[in-house]
């Protein structure tokens, strides 16, 4: 298990994101294995702070240079997974608290050529065994689907559709804002700013039992590789 988890570390792209489906799976991978290979959840390797700049300088096409609208940013990284890593930071304007994710600056090279490698050898395989032709196809959809998770714009379209979603489950709720997130608790939905002490929450009778934060998505200052929140 250790010695996949060296060599997973080694060669980044696909199999970090390979590593991190195994690791859910503990009703049919050893545990030595699931202990392990969890670690790239949110502990893989970090991308140096230099190269977390360039990558601040060229957001939105070097239109935007983040590091003029943030403060506080914190070097060292709160978590780093497959594709990129969350630093905290502070709105100059306002002061608000955020999370910056940056994608790795190898991430879509790697991914697209691991997709292509896979591609080459699931047509091998259909080629040998036709009964397989099958896994050619499931590879292309995974990789139409793995390219959006490059896309940091779509994700910041997701979670404004998740907030909005989850905002229209609870017609009381009157506090919803482009600007805040939403707190989803036990039985409590919260709509909270990180500038503000102030919490609003509205009561629902659909418990669940977990605690979600759903946050709002910058957008003036969010690109395909550089994510605010």
Same mark, same amino acid.
């Given at each position: ?21 195994? /690791? ?166 919260? /709509? ?38």
């Amino acid at each position: 298990a250790r010695f996949l988890y060296v060599s997973i570390l080694r060669l980044k792209g696909l199999w970090t994101k390979s590593a991190q489906y195994l /690791s859910s799976r503990a009703d049919f991978m050893p545990t030595a294995y699931v202990r392990e290979l969890k670690k790239l959840q949110d502990e893989a390797p970090a991308t140096a702070w230099e190269d977390v700049t360039k990558q601040l300088l060229l957001s939105r096409g070097g239109v935007v240079n983040l590091e003029e609208h943030l403060t506080d940013i914190e070097h060292v990284p709160l978590a780093s997974a497959s594709i990129g890593q969350v630093h905290v930071a502070r709105l100059k304007s306002t002061g608000e608290k955020v999370v910056i994710k940056v994608q790795h600056p190898s991430s879509h090279t790697l991914m697209t050529d691991d997709f292509w490698s896979l591609k080459v050898i699931a047509r091998i395989v259909a080629w040998m065994d036709p009964e397989y032709v099958f896994f050619e196809i499931l590879m292309n959809e995974w990789a139409k689907e793995a390219r959006k998770e490059l896309d940091f714009l779509s994700e910041a379209s997701n979670l404004i559709a998740a907030n909005k979603a989850i905002d229209a489950l609870f017609v009381n709720n009157n506090n919803s804002d482009s600007k805040t997130g939403i707190l989803y608790t036990n039985n409590t939905l919260q /709509s909270q700013s990180s500038s503000s002490s102030t919490t609003t929450s509205t009561t629902s009778s659909n418990s669940v039992p977990f605690r979600v934060e759903v946050p709002m998505p910058i957008m003036s200052l969010t690109s395909r590789n550089v994510l605010v929140m």
